[in-house]
């Protein structure tokens, strides 16, 4: 899915946007039949700046340097029963939170035939700094404004993500490499790719009999819900160390943790579907 073609239309505040999707790709589904909810997430993240443009071309004169701070996806299990190529769909995305520093906006996508909700994302971007690259607050021009086109439905913030202070002593540890083809138009690994990262991983430890729960392929098991947050930029040919572990209490909550040479570039949970909640 892209905003270069696909028709939008914005309501009159300019604070919500909607657009008819035909289905899904192909290569959204993994060789279990399953939707591969990482490809959905990267779908949905490709899109998502010329959509803030769309939604508030205040964007266009303002000197702000938006970086995506994290993201959260919640699938239902109709879309892994219904997904399909030819799949009409409904896309609505509106913004829902103004921090000092940041902005939240939610989407969605929309069973056109019987209004049932698929998937629901909450995504943030940051006023970064270019200087220092730190977050920077938003001009009080540009929050009030902003804040002006919050719907009433709206207050729908990104989540903390509580996350173990250490890895812990039970890990897996997998091996990726950033591929050209994970970039986006900033040269950058795009926010989306660090999911997939994180479910081949997931695919090689399960291999490996690493998890308690998760006996068979990984994409035997679709995903429930995933939290990420993404902390620092990788780019093409960079080595990159992808660590997971099982939650104490729930066995089919996993963590990921996604490192460069620099340090930790992503943090994720995901909660996986067992195959009974799907029958």
Known sequence: MSSMNLKFTVDEKMSSLNCSVPGFKYDDFDRSGFLNLAKVNRMLEMSRLNDFMLISPEFH???????LFGSQLK???HLYKTAAVDHPMKFHMQLSNVGRSS???EQSLVDDQTGTVLVQRIVRIVNIDPLTKTAAPLSDDLRKL???????????????????????????VHRESVRFSDMDFVFHSNQGSYLLY???CAA???????????LDDICFYPAKSALGLHVAECFAGDALQVITWEDEKNPMLIYF?????NGVAYNA??????PEELT
Not at 61 to 67: A, E
Not at 269 to 274: A, C, G, L
């Open 146 to 172: 902003l804040k002006e086109k919050i719907h009433a439905s709206g207050d729908n913030q990104l989540p903390r993500l509580e996350f173990p202070a250490d890895v812990p002593e039970k890990h897996f």
């Open 61 to 67: 004169t303002t000197k702000m340097r938006s970086f």
């Open 103 to 105: 902005i939240d906006a």
């Open 198 to 200: 994180a479910f081949e």
């Open 75 to 77: 699938a239902s299990k």
């Open 269 to 274: 949970k995901v909660e996986f579907y067992s």
């Open 257 to 261: 943790v996604v490192k460069n040479k």
């Open 204 to 214: 090689m430890a399960a291999s490996k009999g690493f998890y308690s729960k998760i």
